[in-house]
């Protein structure tokens, strides 16, 4: 390949455009890699294609390396099959929907879970064709709510979407370990930062699941990382360590407190500390009982459920629906205490939600042993040393209280502290959920049919692309790593005629060796611009030929390390090839 | 590349699909190529997306060669940029239209003119910059009223659309020039037996185009062809040809018969035979003349047009369009008689159209000096012995008559039968259309805006495969150029466990020399079985690993031409890949 810029379809930009925020979205812009055709809707120029196809290239060879076989499904789908799985209303605004001409309804795919699941049913029927993994590389549409970032957040975008098909839980199982695999030799590859987090599934159904988040401080995405290990996950996947449970005995009896004002966790710890008792008390002392109401799916009444987390964390209302998950969740309004008078609003205790069978579910911190300060279910008393496991017995954990910087590591080394990251990859085991709704049975050796077990994995090929200039970039423009970017080497010619003779003879060698060359072969451009341009390009090493060439000397540079050299003539094409391949 | 059919996901038929017609429709659905997701939107599986994709690259690389440019735009797209060109409205029913969530208008592109326009007018200021050609090869969305036979007429489909940028009239035609002699190389490569016919643009603008036709019964496009050279054209395009002007002078004079009852040819030449004038009269002699209207685009009145053509001709009213456009033209209805009352239906001759200032066009083989019977603008009369340039003068000739087997070449060699095809390729000269619509000026030489004149070339990527299929199949299956096909050689193991494992030990040495490699490593399945597939598959060379094996024989066969040899095992390896390298 050999790129001139002479005729290049390229016009870098020096401002940054007026509705880019995050580096990724300025650079590829003022690079001329992408072009806005629409609010999140993007155009690829020429040398923005070669970094996509050079994303698609390492993506496909690894999946084919798992042995997944590449298809091309259409972007233009019928209802019925969205309708099938409830994904034609649960998507909600974010599927775009279109009728034909005869008026029948159709949407533009999100992901293709269904149609994959219908192609395997239509080809597939005994235990003997299975295990199988299809994947495809496509633009997907979504039409987000705020399309944002450039390429980052679009809402025609790029995506490996693949799709395993096993027929019992162990294939399945070894189909989300190989592409677990695959995606972290693919971002290896893409020379990018990222951590592998737990996650909750959403909208896909299914269960286990994993997230590959590239870390960026303008990553959509918050995540706790450790300060000892590589430990990472989703704040709605963080499991507290549970501490060991205490003794019981000599802990002091329970006592019921008149605490006027109190309704608050800090006028508690406040009058407690001023009222004399001998000890001091923190929140931390203090156990605080959020009552919500939950509805599993499907059923029509609400039910109370009361969660306690000690007073100096708040419940995160996310990891709360996360647990509850598929259950709604919602708070309780005024006529929900109206309904219950047991409820002693800012005095709730665990003595009236036991009492009155509403369920009860604690944080892990509260074990067999501990002592709390807690409403006494009554207006302006609170119940101090009221130990779990002696004075109540809750009917179980719930693990959603705050995540906070500084809280121990779940594996036991260091500590937590909060991170933000682009969601790159997506690995899910689904299970059933399709293969149910389009009935899809394998004949087992026995000849009794076995229900099929799905896997869907997707990589954001369009969305990797901006994750790699948000990591790899500097205040001059973007430092691609070697196997994505545009080209190998940039030679630029500076000065009149001769240099730029001399810069396409070079460029021409170094095509005849396999190198992939952009060449600056503009006459009447300032060498000022020209190296502003090739930094902003970042291809991974430069050879400069200007002024020097005349002394049979010319600059070798290097995009991330910045280090320069000038080198004879007659050594470039080999130490530049050397340096491509190093 | 190394496919085994023991896990490729391949399922091949052996029955035609019920809703199937045409070859390759038949065959690319019974070999597992492709598979139907809704009417005229299809999935390509594994070996038909590899089909694809060796036509892609095909394409790719012939438009790398004349340095067209590749980009990938996006197929949503907003209206405002169609309505500005009036395709918004103009395209009909056929275009997919549908709102984002807050109500925009978007489409999906048919092709994309605008935004290639836009695009360059965004990025390019400079006669310096120009010309340049970009391409893209992506999926293109038509809502086709019948969308038939397969990938043939899809309503998602895949494209390659290219467009060409010139300062001038003649760089158009550089760029158009080159685009013609790629696509020949494109075809050449495929395979695929094809003419270029000359063609009007319809709702693309602009005016010189043609059209590559790929030959095929099945085609939907009629053109006409030469007995005696290369000569192809579409009906609309056929130039008749002119004869010499004849002496008038000896010529007998006109005169009016009255000729009761004789408003067709037919009984007009039958009455004339049976009057006793003393010779024979063919259809041939009688000169019949069609009167329509016509009003031209932005204008409010129609008005009349008579044309004239030898009786034993009907108007073509497709070649009458496309003669007219882009004027309306419509028939006259019986309003319109009663507002011309110098109008005797069933008996018009040029004298009443002549002296009441009605446009009179004839067919080019209505010389002067030729001698004609027709009506005398009077019921139940005709004039004989009428002769053109004597006695009465046309406004000009229209070539609009019927195109019949058997009539003369244009360029007079041999003469012309009516063919059909399927239309792979189109290439249009749009000239300023679009660049007007945006005002896409460059600044030239002298400080002065030029307006940008525009090509667009069209190839029919999906469509080329089953045009290739149509063109290249027999009764048990497809026979695939090598170029295009899925694999280069197919190795089949026929018997149990030891012809397999030698037909993969094959496969692994032919892969190893750089060949694409499909083995049929089924066990379980038998050698008919295999075969029968082998032949509907369609790869060029196949070798056999069967009962032969304990002898040391191998068989190696060539799907086009049927030929078997049997050959000695240590040989295969070479054998075969000479026979892929031949």
Known sequence: MLLRMSTL???????D??????????????????????????????LGKLVLENVSRVVREEMDAIGAQEVLLPALLPKEYYEATGRWT???????????????????GPTHEELFTLLVKGEYSSYKDFPVVLYQIQEKFRDEARPRAGVLRGREFHMKDSYSFDIDDEGLQASYDAHRAAYIR???????????????????????????????????DTFVRSTGSDYAANVEAVATPAPSALPVEGLPEARVHHTPDTATIRTLVDFLNAAGL????????????????????????WELLGVGVPGDREVDLKRLEAALEPAEVALLDEADFAAHPFLAKGYIGPRALIDNKVRYLVDPR????????????????????????????????IDVAEVRDGDPSPDGRGTLYTARGIEIGHIFQLGRKYTDAFAVDA???????TRVTMGSY????????????????????IVWPREVAPADVHVVGTGKGEQIEEALRIAGELRARGLRVLVDDRKGVSPGVKFTDAELLGIPTAVIVGRGLKDGIVELRDRATGEREEIALADVVDRAEAACKA
Chains 1, 2 share one sequence.
């Open 90 to 108: 649960e998507y909600g605004d974010t599927l775009f929907r279109l009728k034909d001409r005869k008026g029948a309804d159709y949407l533009l």
């Open 366 to 397: 509260v074990v067999t042993g501990t002592s709390w300060v807690t409403g006494a279910d009554e207006t302006d008393h609170h119940v101090l040393d009221l130990v779990a496991g002696r004075d109540f017995t809750p009917d179980g954990t």
């Open 9 to 15: 379809f390229l016009r870098t930009l020096r401002e």
């Open 458 to 477: 997707g990589i954001g090929v369009s969305r990797a692309v901006a994750s790699i200039v948000e990591q790899s970039h500097d205040d001059k423009g």
């Open 17 to 46: 455009p007026a509705d880019a925020e995050v580096p990724s979205h300025k650079l590829l812009v003022r690079g001329g890699f992408v072009r806005r055709a629409a609010p999140g809707v993007y155009s690829w120029l020429p």
């Open 443 to 449: 004949l087992g050796p026995d000849g009794k049919p």
């Open 186 to 220: 693919i971002f290896d590859r893409l020379g990018l930062e990222y951590v592998v987090v737990s996650a909750t599934s959403g909208a896909m159904g299914g269960s286990a699941s994993e997230e590959f988040l590239a870390v960026a401080a303008t990553g959509e």
């Open 278 to 301: 001998g000890r001091d008390f923190s929140e931390a002392d203090t156990l605080k009982n959020l009552l919500v109401k939950t509805r599993e799916p499907g059923a029509k009444d």
